[in-house]
């Protein structure tokens, strides 16, 4: 038997053409105007690396690349491809990892939101122009995630997410400490005057006890959660940490799925579905997970042509409780929830709210994939329905003349007691405002007033920064003000907390409301009655605008160009109007 027969159907000659079905390394060859040679020239670079033609005869599986000396959410990358290629090799397949794009939120200006669209483009066109039969994701950092399985909805070629895993807590003083809520809380007490400068440089080598990403329930984690909800991932995949032998053992077993479902020619099309896009929602609303996590699913629905209902994702908000005792709705993280029986242990509690005949990478339904999961055993991390951390689910959506194309708060994570309040408007004008005077002793500003912030969503940064996570003003910081209602169109990180009204749409650098609050309006924020309100009529509203009239921000050249002129609304996943399906083909949730 012939190495081009025993893998497969018989195919032409080595060097003829390959026809509409090729697979492997004759697959999508470049034009010269003889498919013949595009082949024979093809394989004789390709073996200046030491192939052999029985190698080259085996179903090919790339694997993402993304480790970079910028990216420490990604420092496992190594250890995780050679283990990938491990398992694609024993399952009978060729793996061959390629570079794409590496995004790090905190080393990417003006924030890596605004780069997920350009990774997902790189990762979709690498896909495209490369032979593969299917690819292996691996990813990690909060963006990074999302356009991998952007860019894979969008290549249509057979796709699974590995990602690189939680990193590991610290300690300081005695005290567990994790990025980045404790970040955040240590930052809060140094600003408040509470802990000195030997004492907050002491907690900053504490904080990131190893490579992978953020240890608590922020975007990363999310996202894998949300990933493997989606079956986009092999069970049990998302919440082991990156410096374990689980994880590595998961990358093994990621390479072998790829293997399989080249085989069976499981697309991403055949897995994201209304149907699993529903399953993911629930899941972040029961993990109480990051507010970012609503952009991004949209965005990746989108490329398929699914749309995600707001008021729909509310509704069954309602009916969600919160089951995952972590930071920073709860107490702990992510290596805790890993050793309570991570996703396929939460999975089984909101069994009765999924679609159970949703398709996963292993070619099972996702009720078939529950059916074989570990045994439930005595934990405290992952509640049940009948005793959650939070009643309902972790996000709120809410609306009102301020947003009428609607706005988020992480209930889970906000102040009780502010949830239901009216306040005085202090506005800062962007970002650079609000640095300049956020701390200026002569700041008119108390701790009942309402910060607002402008020009920080997906036009007006660029890129939708996690700027709405407001810092309280220095001064009322030192009197112990902890919490305060915030606005703004922007992001916050998931790893933050507190009483934040985010992704206010539309934004105020196209015209939105936002754009035309000042200093001294009243604002009411009802959780309860789903509201955000200007508590200013309409008139006065119409002559602001026509006194202030807005122009979309433009640029001249480059990346930057393309981004302002075609990105889309929060509402719509900041994708790019071009990237999203022409056709809507489903919305969700259902009623």
């Not at 999203?580 to 919305?587: E, K, L």
């Amino acid at each position: 038997m012939t190495d081009e027969t025993k893998h497969g159907k018989p195919a032409p000659g080595p060097f003829d053409s390959a026809g509409a079905a090729a697979r492997g390394v004759a697959r999508g060859l470049t034009n010269y105007g003889d498919t013949g040679f595009s082949l024979f020239l093809r394989k004789a670079f390709i073996k200046g690396a030491g192939y052999t033609d029985d190698a080259l005869s085996r179903p090919i599986i790339g694997i993402v690349n993304t480790g970079s000396s910028y990216n420490p959410c990604h420092g496992n990358a190594p250890q995780l491809i050679e283990a990938v290629k491990r398992g694609v090799m024993l399952a009978g397949g060729l793996p061959m990892d390629f570079p794409t794009i590496s995004v790090h939120e905190s080393f990417s200006q003006p924030t890596s939101m605004y780069l997920r669209n350009l990774m997902s483009m790189d990762t979709e066109e690498m896909i495209r122009a490369q032979p593969m039969d299917a690819v292996v994701l691996i990813g990690g950092c909060d963006k990074t995630v999302p356009a991998q399985l952007m860019g894979a909805a969008s290549a249509g070629v057979p796709a699974i997410q590995l990602v690189t895993g939680s990193m590991l807590t610290g300690s300081h003083r005695g005290e567990r400490v994790g990025a980045c809520t404790d970040c955040r809380r240590y930052w809060g007490r140094y600003r408040a005057e509470e802990i000195d400068a030997e004492e907050i440089a002491d907690v900053n080598n504490q904080l990131v006890a190893s490579v992978g990403t953020c240890s608590v329930m922020g975007t990363a984690s999310t996202m894998a959660c949300i990933t493997e909800a989606l079956g986009m991932m092999v069970a049990g995949g998302a919440s082991a940490p990156a410096v374990t032998a689980d994880r590595v053992r998961v990358a093994e077993k990621t390479g072998a799925t790829a293997v399989a479902m080249a085989a069976s020619r499981l697309t991403p099309d055949r897995i994201l579905t209304g149907k699993s896009i529903e399953n993911a929602l629930r899941v972040l609303l029961a993990i109480g997970g990051s507010t970012n996590g609503i952009v991004h699913l949209t965005a990746i629905a989108g490329r398929l042509g699914i749309d995600i209902d707001l008021a729909g994702l509310d509704r069954i908000s309602r009916e969600t409780p919160v089951l995952v005792d972590l930071k920073p709705s709860g107490q702990h993280y992510m290596e805790d929830f890993h050793h309570a029986g991570g996703m396929p242990a939460l999975l089984r509690e909101l069994r009765p709210y999924l679609h159970l005949d949703a398709l996963t990478v292993s070619g099972r339904t996702l009720g078939e994939e529950l059916d074989d999961a570990p045994p439930a055993f005595a934990q405290d991390v992952i509640r049940t329905a009948a005793s959650p951390i939070y009643p309902v689910g972790g996000l709120a959506v809410l609306r009102g003349n301020l947003a009428p194309g609607g706005a988020i708060i992480k209930q889970s994570a906000a102040n009780a007691a502010l949830m239901e309040h009216e306040g005085r408007a202090v506005v800062f004008e962007d970002a650079e405002d609000m640095a300049k005077r956020i701390d200026d002793e002569a700041l008119d500003v108390a701790a009942e007033d309402i910060l607002v912030l402008k020009r920080i969503g997906p036009t007006g940064a660029p890129g939708m920064p996690e700027a709405g996570y407001m810092p309280i003003p220095k001064k009322l910081a030192r009197a112990g003000v902890k919490d305060m209602v915030r606005i703004s169109d922007g992001r916050m990180s998931g790893t933050a907390a507190g009483t934040i009204v985010l992704h206010v749409t539309p934004e105020a650098a196209i015209g939105g409301p936002l754009a035309y609050v000042r200093n001294g309006d009243r604002i009411r924020l009802s959780v309860a009655r789903r509201e955000i309100a200007l508590l200013v009529d309409d008139a006065e509203l119409a002559r602001r605008a026509e006194a202030q009239p807005i122009s979309r921000p433009v640029a001249e050249r480059g990346y930057r160009k393309l981004f302002l002129q075609t990105v889309t609304q929060a509402d719509q996943g900041v994708d790019f109007d071009f990237l999203r399906a022409g056709v809507t083909r489903d919305t969700v949730p259902k009623k």
